[in-house]
């Protein structure tokens, strides 16, 4: 939780001055992180934090609702007194005398309602920090990568090779050991985590715009109070929004904001990964970039999958949520689809490739027509024939549209028209044809485009599969055991509880590698 910062200036950059005085910054103290360079971090952080004081104040000052005993300048009033203790109490090393000062200010709350008001403004401010923050770790990040900061921790794959290498190991036996190992995310629905999606979503939206403004300190000056607008207008939607849920969240709801995560962070932060892994390899290693089929991160989810956590999770909720998850997976390979589709116009292609466009029925007319249904930008469109690479990818896009549609029927009505011979159901009918023009473009000659996009979907393919998360199922062991000794009974042998666990483990081992039916 963010701390009330001290009295600062206001005149620093907002990405970082350098020390005029030639001395190093101590850039931040406590929480284990020791870091010093000659980069002033910390001015352009309180900047920030002033500012969204600033724009939360007047945001209660013109909208806050409040009873005629509890007025908007009174509650701006108290806030400012209390900040101001707070900054005195934390400038003069926390004594006694300042902390009684500070709950003298507390005290002169007295309605029920003031104190309600005040607890949710410091809410929101202290939200509101976390973003400003993570700004300034953002800020001291891109300054260390660019070698113009220090940490005592090791952060960036270079400092982990300079580690190894001092450990004696050669780029083979590193290279050999990230390409058989795995780091897997599992996604739960801790009851902890109180905040609704549409507040996450509306503070995602000001660090959005923090980091733009990072990017651009060099604005012009309505430039920059149209950004203060926005923020500004984001404050106040989030000071206007419900804070509860009013609504307990079902185990699907739950999946629903957990398969979020994965489509707007993991989905693309797990291929930038894997393409610095590669960088990190070619250019520092001097060996080769991770083969295709390497997966060295995964994702797993307990959500709508615990039936031992959480009674309100049965098997229909099971089956619901991994129709969503395919769902959303579907949806996210058409839309990377789609985009290959108009990147990869290149006519050059090798023997093997054109062999393999004629096996699938492709590349035999002089224009391929592609259906209005997955060309939205058309009402028709088509692809000549000496684009090999479009033929593939409108193929697939047409088939991943059929996907994504048949499991949004699922989801919503519990049942398709649409048959599973039309759709994508195993990951490797995506893998082959993008490996395929993978290979091909490689042997062209155009290893640039390859390694671009193309790869990155490819990667994606490998870590999400179809069913973008891979549902962990627990239950707890009786009902297991319940159940194999009614098919044990049925069977007629020897029941299963009474059997040890060796040899429980030898019996089942023996009907998984069974190609018969257990129960018929």
């Given at each position: 939780?963010?701390?009330?910062?001290?009295?600062?200036?206001?005149?620093?950059?907002?990405?970082?001055?350098?020390?005029g005085?030639?001395q190093?910054?101590?850039?931040?103290?406590?929480?284990?992180?020791?870091?010093?360079?000659g980069?002033?971090?910390?001015n352009?952080?309180?900047?920030?934090?002033?500012?969204?004081?600033?724009l939360?104040?007047?945001?209660i000052q013109?909208?806050?609702?409040?009873?005629?005993e509890?007025?908007?300048?009174?509650?701006a009033s108290v806030?400012?007194?209390?900040?101001?203790?707070s900054?005195?109490?934390?400038?003069?090393g926390?004594?006694?005398?300042?902390?009684?000062?500070l709950?003298?200010?507390?005290?002169?709350?007295?309605?029920?309602?003031?104190?309600?008001?005040?607890?949710?403004?410091?809410?929101?401010?202290l939200s509101?920090a976390n973003?400003a923050?993570?700004?300034?770790r953002?800020?001291?990040?891109e300054?260390?990568?660019?070698?113009?900061?220090t940490?005592?921790?090791?952060?960036?794959?270079?400092?982990?090779?300079?580690t190894?290498?001092?450990a004696?190991k050669?780029?083979?036996?590193?290279?050999?050991?990230?390409c058989?190992?795995?780091?897997?995310?599992v996604?739960?629905?801790?009851p902890?985590?109180?905040?609704?999606?549409?507040?996450?979503h509306?503070?995602?939206?000001?660090?959005?715009?923090?980091?733009e403004r990072?990017?651009n300190?060099?604005?012009s000056?309505?430039?920059?109070?149209?950004?203060?607008?926005?923020?500004?207008?984001?404050?106040?939607s989030?000071?206007?929004t419900?804070t509860?849920?009013r609504?307990?969240?079902?185990?699907?709801d739950?999946a629903?904001n957990?398969?979020?995560?994965?489509e707007?962070?993991?989905?693309?932060?797990?291929?930038?990964?894997?393409?610095?892994i590669?960088?990190w390899?070619v250019e520092?290693?001097?060996t080769?970039?991770l083969?295709l089929?390497?997966a060295?991160?995964g994702?797993?989810?307990?959500?709508?999958?615990?039936?031992?956590?959480?009674?309100?999770?049965?098997?229909?909720v099971t089956?619901r949520?991994?129709?969503?998850?395919?769902?959303?997976?579907a949806?996210?390979?058409?839309?990377?689809?789609d985009?290959?589709l108009?990147?990869?116009?290149?006519t050059?292609a090798?023997?093997?490739f054109?062999?393999y466009?004629?096996?699938?029925?492709?590349?035999?007319e002089?224009?391929?027509n592609?259906t209005?249904?997955?060309h939205?930008?058309f009402a028709?469109?088509?692809?000549?024939?000496d684009?090999?690479?479009?033929q593939?990818f409108s193929d697939?896009?047409?088939?991943?549209?059929?996907?994504?549609?048949?499991?949004?029927?699922?989801?919503?009505?519990?049942?398709?028209?649409?048959?599973t011979s039309?759709?994508?159901?195993?990951?490797s009918?995506?893998?082959?044809?993008?490996t395929m023009?993978?290979d091909?473009?490689?042997?062209?000659?155009?290893?640039?485009?390859?390694?671009?996009n193309?790869?990155?979907?490819?990667?994606?393919?490998?870590?999400f599969?179809m069913?973008?998360?891979?549902?962990?199922?627990?239950?707890?062991?009786?009902?297991h055991t319940?159940?194999?000794?009614?098919?044990t009974?049925f069977?007629?042998?020897?029941?299963y509880?009474d059997?040890?666990?060796?040899?429980?483990?030898?019996?089942?081992?023996?009907e998984?590698?069974?190609?018969?039916?257990?129960?018929?």
């Amino acid at each position: 939780m963010a701390e009330i910062a001290p009295p600062i200036s206001t005149n620093g950059s907002h990405n970082g001055n350098v020390a005029g005085n030639g001395q190093d910054v101590d850039v931040m103290k406590g929480n284990g992180v020791s870091v010093t360079s000659g980069v002033d971090f910390i001015n352009p952080m309180d900047d920030d934090l002033v500012l969204i004081k600033q724009l939360l104040l007047e945001v209660i000052q013109e909208h806050v609702g409040t009873s005629a005993e509890s007025t908007p300048k009174r509650i701006a009033s108290v806030i400012e007194r209390l900040l101001a203790a707070s900054r005195k109490y934390y400038k003069t090393g926390c004594t006694d005398t300042a902390f009684r000062d500070l709950v003298r200010t507390v005290e002169t709350l007295e309605k029920p309602k003031e104190v309600l008001d005040v607890a949710r403004v410091f809410h929101e401010y202290l939200s509101l920090a976390n973003i400003a923050e993570r700004q300034h770790r953002l800020r001291r990040w891109e300054h260390y990568r660019r070698g113009e900061g220090t940490l005592h921790y090791q952060q960036t794959l270079p400092d982990v090779l300079e580690t190894l290498k001092k450990a004696g190991k050669t780029s083979k036996e590193i290279r050999d050991s990230l390409c058989h190992q795995q780091t897997e995310f599992v996604l739960t629905a801790h009851p902890t985590q109180a905040t609704r999606q549409t507040l996450l979503h509306k503070y995602r939206r000001i660090a959005e715009l923090f980091q733009e403004r990072e990017h651009n300190p060099s604005a012009s000056y309505r430039d920059d109070l149209r950004w203060k607008q926005s923020i500004k207008r984001e404050i106040l939607s989030a000071w206007r929004t419900n804070t509860v849920r009013r609504v307990k969240p079902t185990p699907e709801d739950e999946a629903r904001n957990g398969l979020k995560v994965v489509e707007h962070v993991l989905w693309d932060a797990i291929a930038e990964h894997m393409r610095q892994i590669d960088d990190w390899l070619v250019e520092d290693l001097d060996t080769e970039r991770l083969p295709l089929d390497a997966a060295v991160v995964g994702v797993g989810s307990w959500i709508g999958g615990d039936r031992d956590g959480n009674p309100y999770v049965t098997h229909d909720v099971t089956e619901r949520v991994v129709w969503l998850s395919c769902w959303r997976a579907a949806h996210l390979y058409y839309t990377a689809v789609d985009q290959l589709l108009f990147e990869l116009s290149m006519t050059s292609a090798t023997p093997e490739f054109k062999a393999y466009l004629r096996s699938k029925g492709l590349g035999n007319e002089e224009i391929r027509n592609t259906t209005s249904q997955t060309h939205y930008d058309f009402a028709l469109g088509n692809i000549p024939m000496d684009e090999p690479y479009r033929q593939v990818f409108s193929d697939l896009r047409e088939r991943l549209k059929k996907t994504e549609q048949f499991w949004y029927q699922m989801v919503e009505e519990n049942g398709t028209s649409i048959a599973t011979s039309d759709i994508i159901t195993h990951i490797s009918q995506l893998i082959e044809p993008l490996t395929m023009c993978y290979d091909s473009l490689m042997a062209c000659g155009d290893e640039l485009i390859a390694n671009g996009n193309l790869l990155d979907l490819i990667r994606k393919a490998r870590v999400f599969g179809m069913s973008l998360v891979k549902l962990d199922i627990r239950q707890e062991a009786c009902r297991h055991t319940d159940l194999l000794d009614a098919i044990t009974d049925f069977l007629g042998i020897r029941k299963y509880s009474d059997m040890n666990e060796d040899e429980k483990r030898k019996w089942l081992v023996s009907e998984l590698e069974s190609r018969r039916p257990l129960v018929q």
